[in-house]
């Protein structure tokens, strides 16, 4: 007892010196015995310290309680009065920063830092809130970072079940709920949305931090019984030492988040509403028109499945690892997820290593899709990029994503990063649609070179809510271009309020307090000005009525945000050869629940009406127009696609589609005298052939980078094509 009490006393007192220890770059760092111990992963320092302190255990576990610290726990050989494998003790590591930054939930924060923007809110920015620009296999230019959206399965309607992915690689957050899921570290999916509550429940002056699932991060400060959105600011004194502080509330800001009986309410500004419950977890997406996915999960806290109010769902298993194994959709299609677990730092690790400790450390190495041929996506991380801490070199971008390898198992694309991680390039096969990006930081300007040599400087400004915003693109002089330049301005809620292109052109908007435009000037300072005003909705974002010249749209909706009518009014004051100031023409929309069942045209009566109906499984069965002719869906697909099709006049045409949902026939009048065409794909999912039912075909080449360059027909003819 004696011996683990001191051995325990040691490794706190290996975290504390850690702490302390100058270093020339940001790491993780552990020490035994007087000698530092160095890893760019916390639990690589922390595993190292336990092994030279402890030897081998049997089984090892990671804990990482406040994204500052870390611990690997150890246990066996031997086992306990109970049974269970003895606890043997536990490694430590801490995070560890260069001069001028502060450690801050799992990242090194300066200054400037405090200003970087978080990626994109989710799909639909709706108003008037400038988000950071992305370009190429996209990088984002102002955030610095490599991110990707991949969209590995989905339903057919307007309200689709899918799953989706999110890469960002985020070594320079300002907090995160966590960054590490189900799909290893810097990958989410779009149900990997997690609030982090600081005090539960909620105090004034406490925090919560919400993380979503393209890595969009907010954070809220609780006052006078509210939650404001907030921001963080880095003060660092002359002898190195300062402070992080979160101030609310932040300008720029349209999210809110409200206490809903015991679980807690995130309206985004798409209109989604993100319900988690007392310990963060996601329980409920709900969507504008009512559409409402629930997350389930079992007895583990894992998410088993999801599933909509439309009767569909998508189930989750997963590895030894506690890592998403598989995704199966309605369809009963199955998509397979593959890991790496990368380990650099790091010595002597048993091959038995198991759940969280693994899981910290992985990334996601493939995905195959279902079909006979199990193509698969690669993502390939090989950053070899090392900083010096004394005379130990480390890599500081093990989980930086730096390619993709697609399913013809072509390197389609290659991202680069530079000394401090930041992504600085993008390019896809044969140095194809290349971009590359040069920090300024000092000058807060960003140098864009594009495929062709062109160079654009982005500049930016930061305000009091550190909101990063882009000012000024400057198009660089060329041989064959000449110097250019727009700019962007902001009101006093960092919303957009002026833009002013290349030709001077200027437009100009006035927005409300949640970043919606009330009016929008083009032209604006000319003779030609031209203001359009908006009304919008207090309940959704979404317009009520929208004032321009010569015409006035008035809108309605339900009480779950859907479009019942929509009115336009003729404002013209022309009188030649007739007046029709004061006409109007209404069109109104029906549902049953939360699908849309008729389309009421201007005309009187139901002259003008099409009615939709739908089958068990609520995808359209019938359509029927204006006339009273009815197309049939006869049958679909798990996916909702239509495979049989039957129209007015009673012939039919049947589809067909791979394991993945692209369409590869069509075989128009199926019951009578048969026409077949048929379409095909490469790996990647690149039209190859086209074939017609007199057998005449065309087929289509495409280079590394999928670059359409060549078209044959079945007469000989080739055209190529040319970069």
Not at 144 to 168: C, I, N, W
Not at 252 to 259: F, I, P, Q, Y
Not at 403 to 409: A, S, Y
Not at 554 to 564: I, K, V
Request: with cysteine; hydrophobic share 35%; charged share 15%.
């Amino acid at each position: 007892m004696l011996a683990r009490f001191l051995a325990q006393c040691f490794v706190v007192i290996c975290s504390l010196f850690c702490l302390f220890t100058p270093a020339s770059a940001e790491h993780w760092e552990s020490s035994a015995f007087g000698q530092a111990i160095v890893s760019g992963s916390c639990a690589g320092a922390a595993y190292a310290q336990f092994h030279a302190i402890y030897g081998d255990a049997t089984r090892y576990d990671f804990i990482q309680p406040d994204n500052r610290n870390c611990y690997v726990p150890g246990y066996g050989p031997g086992t306990d009065p109970q049974g269970n494998l003895a606890f043997r003790g536990q490694g430590g590591a801490s995070l560890i920063c260069d001069t001028g930054t502060l450690p801050f939930n799992g990242a090194c924060v300066g200054p400037e830092d405090a200003a970087k923007p978080s990626p994109p809110a989710c799909s639909g920015n709706v108003g008037n809130t400038a988000s950071p620009e992305t370009i190429g296999n996209p990088l984002s230019v102002l955030a610095q970072r490599k991110v990707e959206h991949v969209v590995d399965m989905a339903t057919a309607g307007p309200f689709p079940l899918s799953f989706e992915r999110f890469y960002g690689r985020y070594q320079h957050r300002l907090w995160s709920a966590s960054d590490i899921t189900w799909l290893g570290v810097n990958w989410r999916s779009n149900f990997d949305a997690i609030m982090l509550m600081v005090n539960s429940p909620p105090s004034d002056g406490s925090d919560v931090y919400i993380t979503l699932p393209d890595g969009h991060e907010l954070s809220f400060i609780h006052q006078s019984g509210a939650f404001v959105q907030s921001y963080v600011t880095v003060a660092i004194n002359p002898g190195g030492f300062g402070n992080v502080s979160i101030y609310g509330p932040r300008s720029g800001a349209t999210e809110t988040l409200t206490v809903v009986g015991s679980n807690y309410q995130l309206r985004t500004n798409d209109d989604r509403s993100w319900i988690f419950d007392s310990t963060g977890r996601l329980l409920e997406i709900d969507y504008r028109g009512g559409y409402v996915q629930t997350i389930n999960y079992d007895v583990s806290g894992r998410k088993s499945s999801v599933s909509d109010n439309l009767g569909r769902s998508i189930s989750f298993s997963y590895d030894a690892g506690h890592r998403l194994y598989q995704v199966t959709g309605p369809d009963g299609s199955v998509y397979t997820y593959k890991y790496q677990v990368k380990l650099e730092g790091m010595s002597n690790i048993p091959t038995s290593l198991t759940d969280a400790f693994a899981s910290s450390n992985s990334v996601l190495q493939s995905v195959t899709e279902p079909g006979a041929a199990s193509p698969a996506i690669t993502y390939v991380y090989d950053d070899a990029t090392t900083a010096a801490v004394g005379t130990t070199n480390y890599l500081i971008n093990q989980f930086g994503l730096t390619g993709v390898i697609d399913e013809r198992g072509v390197r389609y694309s290659t991202f680069g990063y530079d000394s401090s991680g930041n992504a600085v390039s993008t390019q896809h096969a044969g140095g194809v649609d290349q971009y590359s990006l040069s920090y300024d930081a000092t000058n807060k300007k960003v140098t864009v070179t594009n495929p062709l040599g062109k160079q654009a400087i982005w500049s930016f400004t930061q305000d009091s809510s550190n909101n990063r915003l882009l000012t000024s693109i400057q198009g660089q002089a060329s041989a064959h271009c000449p110097l250019s330049n727009s700019t962007l301005a902001y009101d006093s809620n960092a919303f957009i309020s002026s833009v002013t292109d290349e030709e001077g052109r200027q437009t100009t908007y006035v927005n409300n307090t949640g970043g919606l435009p009330t009016s929008i000037t083009r032209g604006a300072g000319t003779p030609a000005a031209a203001t359009t005003t908006y009304s919008w909705s207090t309940s959704w974002r979404v317009p009520t009525e929208i004032v321009e010249p010569g015409r006035t749209t008035d809108f309605a909706y339900n009480t779950a945000g859907a479009l019942t009518s929509v009115t336009l009014t003729d404002t013209t004051t022309q009188t030649v050869p007739y007046s029709t100031n004061g006409q109007t023409r209404t069109w109104a929309f029906a549902y049953t629940g939360i699908l849309l069942t008729s389309v009421d045209g201007p005309l009187a009566g139901t002259g003008d009406t099409v009615t939709y109906a739908y089958d068990t499984n609520h995808f359209v069965h019938t359509v029927t127009n204006e006339v009273g002719l009815v197309t049939t869906i006869t049958s679909v697909n798990g996916l909702g696609q239509p495979t049989l099709v039957t129209d007015p006049n009673g012939i039919q045409t049947a589809l067909t589609y791979d394991a993945v949902g692209r369409l590869t026939g069509v075989t128009a009048d199926s019951a009578g005298s048969a026409a077949v065409t048929t379409i095909a794909y490469d790996a990647a999912g690149e039209i190859t052939k086209v074939t017609r039912p007199d057998g005449s075909y065309q087929s289509f080449t495409w280079d590394d980078a999928r670059r359409l360059t060549m078209i044959t027909n079945n007469s000989g003819r080739d055209d190529q094509l040319h970069a």
